[in-house]
């Protein structure tokens, strides 16, 4: 079992930065792909970007490439999604997760929910207009 806990939310104005966090625990976190997903209200969860299994690679949906980074620290359990140049349209409650055998997940397959087996319970982020 793993525990995912997301951390850093908050208010913004367009046009600044948040530094999200997603800490891991309960099992080896270095071999778990991770992701970010983001959700509005009355919407269906989309994908933000993700990172392979070993952090060497990371991938982005195109809405935020080059804005969004992620980063990832596989001795201190802990993923990063550092957001700059935010648009009022990056409001959402913003998740992590986690997919197990992470080596054997394809760039494709990062960007769908089920291949996550585990969420976060989420944060808050408003970009102010």
């Known amino acids: 079992q793993v525990q995912l806990v997301e951390s850093g939310g908050g208010l913004v104005q367009a046009g600044g930065s948040l530094r999200l966090s997603c800490a891991a625990s309960g099992r080896t976190f270095s071999t778990y792909a991770m992701g970010w997903f983001r959700q509005i209200v009355g919407k269906e969860r989309e994908y933000v970007g993700a990172?392979?299994?070993?952090?060497?690679?990371?991938y982005y949906a195109d809405s935020v490439k080059d804005r969004f980074t992620i980063s990832r620290d596989i001795a201190k359990n802990t993923m990063w999604l550092q957001m700059n140049s935010l648009k009022h349209e990056d409001t959402a409650v913003y998740y992590c997760?986690?997919?197990?055998?992470?080596?054997?997940?394809?760039?494709?397959?990062?960007?769908?929910?089920?291949?996550?087996?585990?969420w976060g319970q989420g944060t808050q982020v408003t970009v102010s207009s």
């Open positions: 997760a986690a997919a197990k055998n992470g080596q054997w997940v394809s760039p494709t397959r990062l960007r769908l929910m089920g291949t996550y087996d585990y």
């Open positions: 990172s392979s299994w070993s952090g060497g690679r990371t």
